[in-house]
């Protein structure tokens, strides 16, 4: 399991538990986000507290969960990212695909 889920009123908190989000996970991390989606949570906060290192491929499946929840009327949202995680995610841009927050209890 690379996640660790805690469902509130607004959505699925979805606790990434990899310190390293690579290639090797990011097939089981995208069959695990789909299925998450596919249950009726369209709105997941992906927790990146315990992550420090993001690759390519990581963030594809983060995007292809994302065109998910959006088909599907939902959004995902990314909190507690490292500051060198944030730093790459402003980078390359990815910061105009994924609302960025500090903290899942900023979400609106």
Request: hydrophobic share 45%; aromatic share 10%; glycine share 4%.
């Given at each position: ?69 959006l088909s599907l ?36």
């Amino acid at each position: 399991m690379i996640l660790d889920t805690q469902k509130t009123e607004k959505f699925l908190i979805a606790k990434i538990t990899e310190q390293d989000a690579n290639l090797e996970i990011a097939d089981k991390f995208r069959d695990e986000i789909f299925a998450l989606i596919e249950q009726d949570n369209h709105r997941v906060v992906l927790n990146f507290e315990e992550v420090t290192y993001v690759d390519s491929s990581f963030l594809g499946a983060m995007v292809a969960g994302l065109k998910k929840a959006l088909s599907l009327g939902g959004d995902i949202f990314l909190v507690e990212l490292k500051k060198d995680i944030y730093n790459m995610m402003h980078l390359i841009r990815m910061d105009k695909v994924f609302k960025i927050y500090t903290h899942a209890a900023d979400i609106e």
